[in-house]
């Protein structure tokens, strides 16, 4: 299930009405307020009590006891009326209507006429045609628009169950409050949080404290946001998160509007992907679910997590995620001073693209790729990894490979294309397809002997140790080996040492 049709979800199970008709159903119907106090008026009992030295001002009424105030009646099997207070105390079978639709059920009403406060205990069932209510302890203030239970109490709406400790309504501010534990619970998704208030009017639920709402497929936490139902849009913040399957989102603060399909994570934004072991992080990001997009920018931060403790990080200004639903693989871009660092391979280039369906990275405008002890340059460098490892490389216009041997001697490799051959995170073999140029240093028993420089259209290099073993020309071979100090020109056409630029530490990837 995507986030998308969780929250259809939501609206299709009437999570906004569950709100509106427990915010209708605590008391709204059951008094009127009146400038003018309106006395309760008697309408039927099998029997009436009254002494006048014991309660001058006290009727007990027993049997079928039916009063009236207000446009409600209430029935009960007895009560006390304190008719200077205009005050009713009603037992046992207490049943309050309202027309056909409202009914209101107890073990005990007190409820005052002048003032229109009424509290009703044990075993208390408000119920109308859409939703019920369930308490212990209610009671209602007509005269503050205010009505409340503090005991525990539930609110059953179709497929909807809502819990909570206490709650309370404000008619005048169309608002309701529910607080400690309140759980919603559905057959297709619940919600626990400690506070939950919904404003009836704009149809708007807000979020306090922690709140976790999860399905089968989907969880989402937040310790404080809002959900607005008309628009359907949400706000979550405070170590906001949201999961599903594999993917996970988190942020301080994350927003999401449904119509729009358009999400964005704000401050501390990660978007972490545990099949693939990628984490992506930033400081703002926007996201859609169909089809599958993210964008990052502002502190970025990728990982390709190794389980080897080897992860590759990288950085760049911004970057971009998608899935590519005709290949069925996960696509990321990044863009503008990119670096990344792995233990065995770091880089540089202006952007560069990872596709996961063949762990391919391909690098793009003044590419720089550094593995183990050679410097890699070419106008495209493509990297094949195999177990998160690299396996091939491929170097595409002016290649050219380089690595130190002296202070100021430089083994090299040139040609117009190339590819490299990796095992144990070492280059063991490259080929070389037109222009082929190498300048290498012949080594014997840890001493440099000589300089060999090889001219041939292909040449295919096989090496050890990071040294040429060996060199198979092909096509317009030639070759020489210099004493030191002999060849003239040690340095090919685009020679270029850049050690100050590799990252050697993952931290040196923000360092552009």
Same mark, same amino acid.
């Given at each position: 299930?995507?986030?998308?049709?969780?929250?259809q979800?939501?609206?299709?199970?009437?999570?906004c009405?569950?709100?509106?008709?427990?915010?209708?159903v605590l008391f709204?119907?059951?008094?009127l307020?009146q400038?003018?106090?309106?006395?309760i008026?008697?309408l039927?009992?099998?029997?009436?009590?009254?002494?006048?030295?014991i309660?001058p001002? +006290?009727?007990?009424?027993?049997?079928?006891?039916?009063?009236?105030?207000?446009?409600?009646?209430?029935?009960?099997?007895?009560a006390?009326?304190?008719?200077?207070d205009?005050?009713?105390d009603?037992?046992?079978?207490v049943?309050i209507?309202?027309?056909?639709t409202?009914?209101?059920?107890?073990?005990?009403l007190?409820?005052?006429?002048?003032?229109?406060?009424?509290?009703?205990?044990?075993?208390?069932?408000?119920k109308?045609?859409k939703?019920?209510?369930?308490?212990?302890?209610?009671d209602?203030?007509?005269?503050e628009?205010?009505?409340?239970?503090?005991?525990?109490?539930?609110?059953?709406?179709?497929?909807?169950?809502?819990?909570?400790?206490?709650?309370?309504y404000?008619?005048?501010?169309?608002?309701?409050y529910?607080?400690?534990d309140?759980t919603i619970e559905?057959?297709?998704?619940m919600?626990?949080?400690?506070?939950l208030?919904?404003?009836t009017?704009?149809?708007?639920?807000?979020?306090?404290g922690p709140?976790?709402?999860?399905?089968d497929?989907?969880?989402?936490?937040?310790?404080e946001?809002?959900?607005?139902?008309q628009?359907?849009?949400?706000?979550?913040?405070?170590?906001?998160?949201?999961?599903?399957?594999e993917?996970?989102?988190?942020?301080d603060?994350?927003?999401?509007?449904?119509?729009?399909?358009?999400?964005?994570?704000k401050?501390?934004?990660?978007i972490?992907?545990?099949?693939?072991?990628?984490?992506?992080?930033g400081?703002?990001s926007e996201?859609s679910?169909?089809?599958?997009?993210?964008?990052?920018?502002?502190?970025t931060?990728m990982?390709? +997590?190794?389980?080897?403790?080897?992860?590759?990080?990288?950085?760049a200004d911004t970057?971009?995620?998608?899935?590519?639903?005709?290949?069925?693989?996960?696509?990321f871009?990044?863009y503008y001073?990119v670096?990344f660092?792995?233990?065995?391979?770091?880089?540089?280039?202006?952007?560069?693209s990872?596709?996961?369906k063949?762990?391919?990275?391909r690098?793009?405008?003044?590419?720089?790729m550094?593995?183990?002890?050679?410097?890699?340059f070419?106008d495209d460098i493509?990297?094949?990894l195999?177990?998160?490892?690299?396996?091939?490389?491929?170097?595409?216009?002016?290649?050219?490979?380089?690595?130190?041997?002296?202070?100021?001697?430089?083994?090299?490799i040139?040609?117009k294309q190339?590819?490299?051959y +990796?095992?144990?995170?070492?280059?063991?073999r +490259?080929?070389?397809?037109?222009?082929?140029e190498?300048?290498?240093?012949?080594?014997?028993?840890?001493?440099?002997?000589?300089?060999?420089k090889?001219?041939?259209?292909?040449l295919?290099?096989?090496l050890?140790d990071?040294?040429v073993?060996r060199?198979n020309m092909?096509n317009?071979p030639?070759?020489?080996?210099?004493p030191?100090g002999?060849?003239?020109?040690?340095k090919?056409?685009g020679?270029q040492?850049l050690?100050?630029?590799?990252p050697?530490?993952?931290?040196?990837?923000f360092?552009w």
């Amino acid at each position: 299930m995507t986030l998308r049709e969780f929250f259809q979800l939501l609206n299709k199970s009437k999570f906004c009405s569950l709100f509106i008709i427990a915010a209708l159903v605590l008391f709204p119907e059951l008094t009127l307020s009146q400038e003018k106090p309106q006395k309760i008026e008697i309408l039927n009992a099998n029997s009436l009590e009254y002494d006048e030295n014991i309660h001058p001002n +006290v009727r007990r009424f027993i049997g079928d006891v039916i009063f009236e105030h207000n446009d409600f009646t209430m029935y009960c099997d007895s009560a006390y009326y304190y008719t200077i207070d205009n005050q009713i105390d009603a037992f046992s079978n207490v049943h309050i209507e309202r027309g056909d639709t409202l009914h209101l059920y107890g073990d005990f009403l007190s409820y005052n006429g002048n003032t229109n406060f009424g509290k009703i205990r044990e075993n208390v069932e408000l119920k109308d045609q859409k939703a019920q209510v369930f308490t212990d302890s209610l009671d209602f203030y007509a005269e503050e628009d205010y009505a409340h239970y503090f005991d525990g109490g539930k609110i059953i709406n179709e497929d909807n169950t809502i819990t909570s400790k206490t709650a309370h309504y404000y008619s005048s501010k169309k608002m309701a409050y529910f607080n400690e534990d309140v759980t919603i619970e559905n057959p297709d998704y619940m919600v626990d949080t400690d506070t939950l208030n919904y404003d009836t009017e704009e149809e708007i639920a807000y979020f306090i404290g922690p709140t976790d709402i999860y399905n089968d497929s989907s969880y989402l936490y937040c310790e404080e946001g809002w959900y607005k139902t008309q628009s359907n849009q949400f706000l979550f913040t405070k170590n906001a998160m949201y999961q599903k399957e594999e993917r996970i989102i988190k942020g301080d603060t994350l927003f999401y509007d449904r119509e729009a399909n358009f999400g964005q994570i704000k401050q501390s934004a990660e978007i972490i992907d545990t099949l693939q072991n990628i984490i992506l992080k930033g400081n703002y990001s926007e996201y859609s679910e169909n089809p599958d997009r993210a964008f990052l920018t502002d502190e970025t931060l990728m990982i390709h +997590v190794d389980n080897e403790n080897d992860s590759l990080f990288l950085h760049a200004d911004t970057i971009k995620s998608h899935y590519d639903s005709t290949e069925s693989h996960q696509i990321f871009k990044a863009y503008y001073k990119v670096k990344f660092f792995k233990t065995n391979l770091q880089g540089k280039c202006d952007s560069l693209s990872y596709y996961m369906k063949d762990s391919t990275i391909r690098m793009y405008y003044e590419p720089i790729m550094w593995s183990d002890s050679n410097q890699i340059f070419a106008d495209d460098i493509s990297i094949q990894l195999k177990d998160n490892e690299v396996d091939e490389f491929f170097l595409d216009k002016n290649a050219l490979i380089i690595s130190q041997q002296d202070e100021d001697k430089f083994n090299q490799i040139k040609g117009k294309q190339m590819t490299g051959y +990796v095992k144990n995170n070492e280059i063991r073999r +490259v080929d070389v397809d037109g222009n082929g140029e190498t300048i290498y240093y012949t080594v014997d028993k840890n001493e440099i002997i000589g300089v060999n420089k090889a001219i041939s259209s292909n040449l295919i290099i096989k090496l050890r140790d990071n040294q040429v073993e060996r060199i198979n020309m092909i096509n317009s071979p030639g070759g020489t080996l210099y004493p030191l100090g002999d060849l003239e020109e040690t340095k090919l056409k685009g020679f270029q040492w850049l050690e100050q630029h590799r990252p050697r530490k993952k931290s040196d990837i923000f360092i552009w």
